[in-house]
């Protein structure tokens, strides 16, 4: 797992709080599956897991066939609107929160607007249940 300077923190870019919501199982390998799997397993069970917020690759980036290198993956620019977003809309800055505590606010100012307008080009949106969980409207388990 990669680590923060800290030696606890997960580093996860901004977008990458709404994709650990709405995760349900699905994803790019097996491998990215099932590192996926174990991180958003801790993230939704302990209480307070700090996250050093990145622009760049992050932890989940490590385990994905589409990481190029070192802030690239293989669709940037999207991704990079997808931070860009997430950032704008939740007024997140390159820091360390705890996990719990950002996505409590985050699901307190999502809106379905503001959804589809950070997500609206992810292939995932349609089907997966991000919307739904990141509104509040169903459970993450
Ligand atoms: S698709 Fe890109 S942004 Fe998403 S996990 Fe893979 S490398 Fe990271």
Redesign the pocket.
Known sequence: MELNADGQSVRL?PH?LLCTQGYSGTG?DDKFKAHMDEIVRRLRTEKRTPVALVFS??E??GA?P??LGEDH???NEK?KAFDRKTAECFHLKEKTYIYQDVIRKIRQAATPEIMDYICGDCSWYPVSACKERVLGLSSSE
Request: glycine content about 0%; aromatic content about 8%; hydrophobic content about 15%.
């Open positions: 870019r990458h790019y690759t992050d989940l980036c994905c589409n990481r993956c293989r669709t991704v």
